[in-house]
Each structure stands twice: as structure tokens, then as C-alpha cells.
């Protein structure tokens, strides 16, 4: 029996989220993984153990997963030979073994989420199931010194969904920026984990800094106050991706995609 | 009565392309926004004329049309006041007011075109409906020589789809050339018309080159053999965008979107 760690990206527009449903009727990405999987390896018990549970409409191109399979198959052909029996907007990128003790979830060390903004006078029909569309000007220069601001280990009890039971809201954010190139504004953000819509938030709140509603200075008290009625709203799923997840196992971290 | 001159953007991956097709159940971008036109200007007679056929599942950005209305509405408000009327993937960017006389087709005097090829190990499924893919690492440099190979005043009859009856084949490019950024390599080239699938044809030839199945000093030959059967393969339409048409009207070109 071989674990194997998938990589797996995916255009999230057609499906209720990552997480397989009870009811077979609500199209999953997980659930049509599942599907491809058992017919590959001709196992019709087989499930994945998923890293990150994205979001109905919510992309990836670095989600992870793990299966326990008995093939002959060789790892490194398993991304070509599962590609036909996939729908075109699941693609899994790369496959590769782990030791059997390796956890998707509780081995990440750190994810990194894209949020994609087409600031513009027009709605640009291309971008529309990738980014959130900002009318008004967004003032980027801001937004970078707020994002900033977001770095460090804080309870980020304010960037969470009303509703989400979790023990603890603390989390340690590595990396936050923003960059502009064109017409398109990114948002990445690099931490130990996500508390439920907390990119979302996160990228709402950079939103309202960017259109003068909020002063980067006022980040940090939010953070605080650990009032999510403090905090901006929660941008559209659409923008978002989770880009990658990083794990510490044999030295070395993979790249999703080159 | 006004003539209008309208700016539209759309994603064609629903499409069969822009031109109005007899059969009503064939979905093009031309019918859709037709449908939208005659309900916001109460005229069930309006038909507008395009500046350019797209075709099926080719994008644009900057594609043309005009109407002629009698309407109270303020022009400029033309693209709000049709926007709820319009599938989302269908969007009026810009009307203005233009002289009875003008033409969107005659009056043009250059397109640009952009062609998106995703080159990577893998496919991205965010890109896989607005550029091609290409396993196989492109050589951008000798592209971008080849490319530059197609400016000038030709007849690019080696370069139009065959069965196509036009009466004459010459064609003047004013600029070709190709960029890099990240794993998607885009082709511009802005002509003061095109033959059928020609920037296909040109891009699928600008790949071979890229592959070393061409060399840049042989675009010349090419292009003088007028025999299609000497070019490239004409490349897939997805990756095709009609990103500006240009009129020399009231001495000012008008940007489609910024």
C-alpha cells in the first residue's frame, strides 16, 4: 500500500466548494476526484483526504490530497493517466509518495491564497469568473501598507465567519502584499492557516483601505478589537485561489506549477 | 435618428461566434446583444451592423458595432441602462454618437488581435478558455524574430483558411510581435485587415517556429509561396481576443477598455 500526495488545481466555477456532500447531486471537486480515482485504480472504496476545504466557486492550482492505493501504476504517470478521466476543469498536477505517517492537513506548514481584483471604468468579460470587479480606483499604495499590516501571530477573531466553531482563532500570517499590474490588483497572502472566509475578509477589508474607507493605520486595531463588524466585507469567492501549500517533508517544498 | 457607435467585450466560449446565424436556437454574441438593443429601445426592427466576425468561441474586447435609434436615453448612458439586459458574459464598454455616414467596417483602418498560448508542464485550468496550451518550452526569441517577418504590405494568401472567396488575399501588417510573462506567451499583431483564421494560421505558425519546426528566415518563403500548405496549423480560437478596432474619426482613436 503506497500514500500518495496529489497536487491538484482547478477552476472552481462550476462546483458547491472542494468537500464532497452527502447528496451525489451537489457537484464537488473532491467528489469528481473521487470519481476518476476509483476508476483508475479500480477501487471502488477509495477516498482522498483533502488539505484545504475551498469554497463553492473558490480556484486552486496547489490543493493537496492524499490516497492509499495498491497499483502498479507508476507515481509519476499518475497525473497523465487520470487526465481523460476528469472533467477539463480538474487537473491534477502532480503526484508523488509520502511516507505513510504524512497528513495533508496537520503536516501543512503554510498555504498561500491569491485574491484577484479587476479595478477598471468596465467590467472586463475575461476576468469575470477569476477576479471581483472594483469600479472605483483603488488606491494600491495603500492597500500594500495595510496588507503589511496583517503580519505577525494575532487572534484573528474578526477575520472569521460568524458561525465557524474553532478552538482557537490565533494564527500566524507570513507574508501579506498587494500588486498591480495593469488593470488587475493581487492580493497574496502566506500563513499557517486560515480561519473560515478569513482571506475573504482580509481581501474586503483591503478593498475598503484601498477606496479610503479604512487607513492602513486602523488594520491593527481591528485586529484588536476581534469584532468582525469591524472588519470589511467578505469579497466574492471568485477572485480567490489557493496557490499553494507548503509542507516540510523531505527537506524540500514542491512547487505546484512551472 | 442618431448612429451609435457601440464598444463591446465578450467571452465567446458560449458563443458560435458573433455573426447572427438563421436558425434562432444557435447562440451568437450578435443575436444576444441584438435581443438586449430592441427591448432597451423598444424597436423589435433594430438590427446593428458588427465591424467584425468573430468566430465561434473567440473572445473580444474591442469589438464594434453600430445602430441607428431614435432614443431619448443620454448615449453615454447606453451601456449602464443595457448591462441588466445582457448575459454576463456579454458587456457594451463604450456608445458614442458618430456621423450618419460612418461605417464600422469601411471606416476601420486597423485591429489589433492578441493571440494567449499557456506554455507550461502543465495545463492552468483558469487559462483553459483563453489560450492554448503547449507542453513543449517555446523559443520566444526566435517568435518574436519571426513574427516581425510579417510586417509589411503581402499577399497572405498562404495564410487564409481555404474555401474562402474574398477578391483579393493582400493585406498590409503594421506591427507583430511577441511577449512573455510567466507561463503565458502572447502574440499582438495589428493589421489594417485579416483573411479568414489568418492570425490563427500566423499563430499556429509563429508555434511551429517556437518548436524549431520553423525558422524565422523562412516566414518571407512562406508568405511568397501563397500555398496554405506551407504555414503552420491554425491554432485553436480560444486563444484568440479581437482586443481594438481603430477608426481615424473626429481625429481620435478610442481606447476599448482601461
Excluded at 76 to 89: G, R, S, T, V
Amino acid at each position: 500500500m503506497k500514500r500518495i500526495l496529489l497536487t491538484i488545481a482547478y477552476d472552481g466555477t462550476r462546483y458547491s466548494g472542494w468537500q464532497k456532500q452527502l447528496s451525489p447531486e451537489v457537484m464537488t471537486v473532491e467528489g469528481e476526484l473521487e470519481k476518476a480515482l476509483r476508476v483508475l485504480f479500480r477501487s471502488p472504496e477509495l477516498t482522498c483526504v483533502g488539505a484545504s476545504r475551498t469554497d463553492r466557486g473558490v480556484h486552486a492550482l496547489g490543493q493537496r490530497a492524499t490516497i492509499d492505493v495498491e497499483t502498479t501504476i507508476p507515481v509519476e504517470k499518475i497525473p497523465l493517466a487520470i487526465l481523460p478521466l476528469l472533467p477539463q476543469d480538474i487537473i491534477v498536477v502532480k503526484a508523488e509518495e509520502v511516507p505513510s505517517t504524512f497528513h495533508p492537513r496537520y503536516d501543512c506548514v503554510k498555504k498561500t491564497y491569491e485574491y484577484r481584483i479587476w479595478n477598471g471604468r468596465i467590467k472586463n468579460p475575461k476576468e469575470r469568473l477569476y477576479s471581483t470587479f472594483v469600479y472605483c480606483p483603488l488606491d494600491v499604495e495603500k492597500m500594500d501598507l495595510a496588507a503589511k499590516k496583517f503580519i505577525g501571530t494575532y487572534d484573528f477573531a474578526a477575520f472569521c465567519a460568524a458561525g465557524s466553531a474553532v478552538s482557537s482563532t490565533v494564527r500566524t500570517i507570513f507574508d501579506c502584499y498587494v500588486k498591480k499590474e495593469g488593470n488587475l490588483i493581487n492580493i497574496y497572502v502566506t500563513g499557517d492557516g486560515f480561519l473560515y472566509n478569513m482571506v475573504r475578509i482580509m481581501a474586503g477589508t483591503l478593498m475598503a483601505v484601498g477606496q479610503g474607507k479604512i487607513s492602513p493605520n486602523e488594520i491593527l486595531q481591528i485586529i484588536l478589537s476581534m469584532d468582525r463588524r469591524n472588519a470589511g466585507q467578505t469579497a466574492e469567492p471568485q477572485g480567490l485561489t489557493l496557490q499553494e501549500i507548503y509542507y516540510n517533508f523531505q527537506g524540500k517544498s514542491v512547487d505546484s506549477l512551472d
